[in-house]
């Protein structure tokens, strides 16, 4: 297995390889695993009934996988990481503020994936849950070294086993006794529940700024509905299937969430090594897109200062930088892990949804997936070192849903009223795409002259 040799860079036609099909097994293994898993405790450890919370789980995935699978089908079209297009709506320079924001989501998933894993391994070895976490960013550190194609075989195998051995536990997991009429639909508290929807859809959310990483490297031929709909499907399928577990084993041990990675292994009971394997094998799979994804953006944002010439080198030594700063926070956040993972999911939302409201707008509506790759990576280009009317659309879109927030630490006075329903994710959708399309459309009119 070779060092992947491109970084952020265009990837020419004769070097795309690989079918619209092979991003199911990515998307599928990229969540089987137990940080999923600990997602779906989420709408029952905040009130709602297992019912309920099924549904919320359902919706809050079938629309996050939208935007999602959507920013997927832009890679084989433009053959670039996702968060270098983001320079076509931001300017070269002013894509820089999603990237600080996107850098802080990989680090902080890298956090909580590590912190589950080492928690669970710690339990079954004599060593201390500090020393787990940093053997295991270890082994995170060397895999991510050798970049896309090694992160699309390490799925296709975590895709096959963990099915296997998860829908073993998925037979245990229902035969655990819940209590009566949790089947039954109770009476519906709509504003939890719409805080439900809102934390599982900004898991699919979590995706969209590496997504299209992942779809790059396909032909330019491929199909946008194929790209489309296999990472819809493999994100969709593993998601709901996954949070399902979560929301039914908090219902039937009421303890679940203070270890999960130990609860769900000692399931197996004598063969309890076997999922164990598998839950380490998870964390670590998700963990090295963390840290590609990390990596990545670090290129990005560094580029157009240095211009930088990624050797394998230099590529060991920013992975390198990048493993040291999530350690560092798993190393911190290794207590009260529920409450900062809830509000963690809740923070980046509010920054995720304009993002992905502008980038898709943008694609879809305006620039209709035209764009001059090479100005991307010139300040001087077309698309210009800051975008003012991007950069104030994403700023005051933020801003306007301080109101409507819902959270542990702050509840916003139109959030009171709505009886502390969440629905800032509708104003971070709604004012960025509106501003932004009707800003840019006739800025753009007669001023690009798009072209791939």
């Known amino acids: 297995m070779k060092v992947e040799r491109r970084t952020i860079e265009h990837i020419p ?7 619209a099909r092979d991003l199911f097994p990515v998307w599928f293994g990229a969540n089987m695993h137990i940080t999923t898993l600990v997602t779906g405790t989420l709408p029952v450890t905040m009130g709602l009934d297992l019912l309920w919370s099924i549904a919320a789980i359902i919706i809050g995935t079938f629309i996050g996988a ?15 990481p996702q968060m270098i297009q983001s320079r076509a709506q931001f300017g070269v320079i002013g894509a820089i503020l999603p990237l600080f924001l996107v850098m802080f989501i990989y680090l902080g998933f890298f956090a909580s ?10 339990s079954y070895v004599p060593i201390p849950a500090s020393w787990c976490i940093i053997g295991l960013s270890a082994i995170c550190f060397l895999l991510t070294i050798y970049g896309h194609d090694l992160i699309h075989k390490m799925q296709k195998i975590l895709s096959w086993t963990s099915f296997a051995v998860f829908f073993a536990a998925t037979i245990l997991i229902f035969q655990l006794p819940i209590p009566s009429g949790s089947w039954v639909p109770g009476s519906l508290d709509l504003p939890v529940f719409l805080v439900a929807v809102s934390a599982v859809a900004t898991w699919q959310l979590a995706y969209a700024p590496y997504v299209a990483d992942y779809s790059r490297y396909l032909p330019v031929k491929t199909p946008a509905s194929h790209t489309f709909w296999y990472s819809y499907a493999g994100t969709s399928v593993s998601s709901i299937w996954m949070m399902l577990l979560g929301a039914i084993l908090t219902t039937a041990l009421p303890e679940f969430t203070a270890n999960a990675g130990n609860e769900i292994v000692r399931l197996f009971g004598p063969f309890s090594f076997i999922m164990l394997i598998i839950v380490l094998f998870g964390q670590m799979a998700i963990n090295v897109f963390n840290l590609y994804g990390a990596f990545m953006s670090t290129t990005t944002t560094l580029e157009p200062f240095l211009k930088l010439k990624v050797t394998p080198k230099t590529r060991v030594v920013m992975i390198l930088c990048v493993t040291a700063a999530g350690t560092v926070l798993s190393l911190l956040g290794q207590s009260n892990f529920m409450e900062l993972f809830l509000n963690f999911i809740f923070f980046i939302s509010y920054f995720l949804i304009p993002w992905t409201a502008i980038n898709l707008v943008d694609y879809y509506f305006i620039r209709r997936g035209k764009y001059h790759v090479k100005s991307m990576f010139d300040v001087n280009g077309q698309y210009g070192r800051i975008n003012w009317i991007t950069a104030a659309a994403f700023v005051l879109s933020i801003i306007l849903e301080i109101p409507f927030i819902n959270t542990s630490f702050y509840i916003g006075p139109l959030a009171e009223i709505f009886g502390g329903g969440d629905i800032a994710w509708i104003v971070g959708l709604a004012v960025p795409s509106l501003l932004y399309y009707f800003l840019m459309k006739s800025r753009l009119k007669h001023k690009e002259a798009p072209s791939i």
Do not use: D
């Open 13 to 19: 036609h004769h070097e795309r390889h690989g079918k």
């Open 66 to 80: 939208i935007f999602m699978a959507s920013h997927s089908a832009q890679g084989p079209q433009l053959g670039i």
């Open 113 to 122: 994936s590590t912190i589950l894993a080492a928690g669970t391994l710690s």
